[in-house]
């Protein structure tokens, strides 16, 4: 099931992927109990509904990632967070945003400082903002190249205002002067 | 007015850059039109029946002599001549190339302009007073808060992919002059009982399909704290406002899902993590901002200016002028004067690359080089001298801008309509001719008096019909255009939702319905009386029954004409 040779990018550069994504929608894993979803050993990221239904049997392993829905809320996770290495959020479609606010919450408000990955729909023209919530690995498309999509992170150099990336808006960041004749 | 500091230029000119890109990779099937779609929306370009229609933000309605020439040659060169001024104080370009978009922005980019966020689920252009500044009646100037909440907006990342499009407005005076009970957030600034500045805030207020008047969820928002509670509004917002149908995604029906006072409730909560934070606003900052909305050069002169009144006696066209296009300004001896863009015969809101060169020209000699864009789609000259308005008089008219209409039966609010715009259901532009028309003998117009006549082809009511005293929304029925009339509407401090009155009309009857609504007012009125006045103390009833009573013949009008914009 784990795809060969795969790729991401992650802090700023392409690396080599080892991880399982666990899709319940998928297959034969569509009709089953989030208790009775069989992980397998390795580094796997499994929905939320099957980590909070066997937490207590993965909770042992240190390869357990956990993605969230766009409609699942980010607090599910507040007493998980120092023991996942990853938490993913999946984009259904790229122009879904709730994703957005589950990522600046679970770095902002909840605090987690582990890999915070976007899977699904991510595309290159998202990645400036995604990395700005606080992203930090992006699953991009299967379909899209690697390294058009690492071009998005860096479409601005200017950011007004605050959000993960930055804790002061640009106006306590820098001196403003006037009107650039 | 606002001049662009090094960031800001940076952002537009790698905004210019991000979008040529994008436009590159479309046309290299790099991106299907589906992914292209959201992308090229945030930039303000639509896909419209013949053509792209690129729409340029106009932040604030203000725009500069310089800023003005530059969308003339756009117009020229990119489009036919033409530009149309929308509701929202933008502007539109109706025939534009995909390919020449790129070229298009960097042009703008260079006057420090942009096509930043004029659709799309995100938020959107600010508007605000066409008089910030000048009025009378102003409390605090709203100018450098609008840009101040611009910039934070600008590629705000976590509220780039909302439910729905978000708009804000904001006023700063007495008279509510933005609409602001109509807005996804409306923003009065005002000053509490220790003369602090601060923001009353209504959310969820909106026309489209389902009008709702906002609801205020704070009364005094003291300034400093005005980025990180609409981060708290948004932020709530963009977790569970729906996403499931899009005619169930704005702010509004989660407002009134839930009721003001729980959203209410669950912004605080939001806002308690985030008040008193690194978010909040400097007095630095707001001073450095406000330092570029301080007051012109003003002379120290009378205020009644004599040779003017004397004109006044003497020329009747003159005297209309100024009686309808001429707004008191808050100096002695200057005055606010509104340039008409409803002239019989011309689109609402068109103008021609020769007006705007022109009105540039005239921005320059009487009115410090600026000028406004009103949400009537009209332009403002914002300070010019009483002494200079016979002039000004006399070259205004020359360019076919000085219909003296304004607030009047001709001076129609109308999206571009069936004519143009995908979205319609029905043709709007011509149905406004006509009524204009119908309306042509001055006299008679300007003894009607004040009615603001909004005119939507569609129901997601970009002319504001829901707050038009008389309101007429294009219909489909059976794949024909039918028009649904409302009455009562209003904006301003009294903002209602107006009332249908029965069942729609073809085109051709559209004039004498609007005919009969007026007989019923002139024949009703008490000394006075203006239209919205009369239609609150009598009902719609004696309406109804006048233009019900007996069948109107249509009339044949120019429906389906080739349309300029």
């Known amino acids: 099931m784990a795809e060969q040779n795969k790729r991401i990018i992650k802090d700023g550069a392409i690396i080599a992927d080892d991880w399982l994504l666990l899709r319940p929608n998928v297959g034969a894993l569509a009709d089953t109990l989030p208790g009775d979803v069989s992980i397998p050993a390795g580094k796997v990221i499994v929905p939320l509904a099957a980590w909070l239904a066997q937490k207590e049997a993965l909770a ?87 390294e058009d999509a690492l071009a998005g992170l860096t479409d601005f150099s200017v950011r007004y205002q605050t959000s993960s990336d930055e804790k002061a808006p640009l106006f306590r960041r820098v001196q403003r002067h006037g009107a650039a004749q | 007015m606002y ?133 009378a009646d102003e409390i605090v100037d709203p100018r450098p808060y609008a840009e101040i909440l611009r910039q934070w907006s600008t590629f705000q990342p976590e509220f780039a992919f909302l439910p729905r499009k978000f708009k804000f407005a904001i ?47 704070r009364e005094f928002l003291p300034w400093p704290h005005v980025m990180t509670y609409l981060e708290a509004v948004i932020r709530v917002y963009n977790q569970y406002g729906r996403r499931d149908n899009m005619y169930k995604a704005r702010i509004k029906i989660l407002v009134k899902a839930i009721g003001s006072e729980e959203f209410a409730q669950e912004v605080e909560q939001e806002w308690q993590h985030l008040k008193d934070g690194p978010g909040t606003l400097t007095i630095e900052e707001l001073q450095r901002v406000a330092a570029h909305f301080t007051a012109p050069a003003y002379e120290t002169l009378s205020d009644n200016d004599a040779a003017i009144a004397q004109l006044q006696q003497e020329n009747k066209a003159f005297a209309n002028w100024l009686a309808r296009n001429v707004k008191p300004h808050r100096i002695p001896g200057y005055r606010a004067v509104v340039l008409s863009l409803k002239k ?62 304004i607030g009047l039966l001709t001076d129609i609010v109308c999206c571009p309509g069936g004519d143009y715009c995908a979205l319609a259901n029905a043709k709007s532009i011509p149905i406004a001719l006509a ?35 008389i309101g007429i929304l294009g219909v489909d029925k059976d794949g024909s255009e039918w028009y649904q009339v409302s009455l009562g509407g209003s904006q301003g401090n009294q903002t209602t939702i107006g009332k249908i009155i029965g069942p729609a009309f073809s085109a051709e009857q559209m004039p004498d319905v609007v005919e009969r609504l007026v007989e019923v007012y002139l024949r009703e009125r008490n000394d006075e009386e203006k239209f919205i006045d009369t239609v609150r103390r009598l009902g719609i009833e004696p309406f109804k029954a006048q233009v019900y009573g007996t069948p109107i013949e249509p009339k044949a009008i120019k429906v389906g004409e080739p349309t300029r914009g």
Not at chain 1, 122 to 144: M, P
Not at chain 2, 45 to 63: C, E, K, N, T, V
Not at chain 2, 459 to 465: G, K, L, V
Request: glycine share 8%.
């Open chain 1, 60 to 146: 042992a392993r240190a390869d357990i990632g956990v993605w969230l829905a766009s409609d699942e809320r980010p607090e599910a996770l507040k007493d998980d967070l120092a023991r996942l290495p990853l938490i993913a959020v999946d984009f259904p479609k790229f122009s879904d945003g709730r994703g957005y606010s589950i990522a600046f919450l679970l770095r902002e408000r909840l605090g987690y400082a582990g890999e915070l990955r976007a899977i699904g729909d991510v595309l290159r023209d998202q990645l400036f903002y995604l990395a700005r919530v606080g992203f930090n690995a992006f699953d991009v498309r299967a379909d899209r190249k690697l």
């Open chain 2, 3 to 135: 001049r662009y500091d090094q960031y800001d230029q940076t952002i537009v000119d790698e905004r210019v850059a991000q979008f040529r890109d994008q436009v590159r990779r479309r046309l290299a099937d790099e991106l299907t039109e589906e992914e292209f779609r959201p992308l090229r929306l945030q930039n303000g370009l639509y896909h419209q029946r013949h053509a792209y229609m690129l729409r340029i933000a106009i932040p604030y309605g203000l725009l500069s002599a310089t800023q003005l020439r530059t969308l003339a040659q756009i117009a020229r060169e990119h489009d036919r001549g033409y530009g149309h001024f929308t509701t929202r104080q933008n502007i539109q370009f109706n025939w534009v190339k995909l390919e020449e978009t790129p070229a298009i922005l960097e042009r703008l980019a260079g006057v420090q302009m942009h096509a930043i966020q004029t659709s799309g689920n995100c938020i959107r252009n600010i508007t605000s007073d066409q008089y910030a500044g000048v009025a």
């Open chain 2, 171 to 217: 006023n700063g005076a007495q008279e509510d002059r933005a609409v602001t009970a109509a807005h996804d957030i409306g923003l009065t600034v005002i000053k509490n009982e220790t003369g602090e500045v601060g923001f009353r805030v209504m959310v969820g207020g909106g026309l489209g399909r389902t009008p709702i008047i906002g609801s205020v969820i």
């Open chain 2, 344 to 405: 019989p015969g011309v689109p609402p809101g068109d103008i021609s690359a020769e007006q705007m060169e022109t009105v540039a020209t005239l921005a320059e000699r009487y009115s410090f080089g600026e000028l406004r864009v009103t949400h009537e789609q009209n332009l403002v000259l914002a300070d010019v001298r009483q002494r200079d308005l016979f002039e000004l008089w006399q070259q205004v008219k020359a360019a076919g801008l000085a219909t003296p209409n």
């Open chain 2, 435 to 469: 009524i204009t028309e119908r309306f042509d003998n001055l006299d008679y117009l300007h003894d009607i008096g004040e009615i603001e006549l909004n005119l939507s082809g569609c129901i997601n009511a970009c002319a504001h019909h829901h707050v038009g005293n």
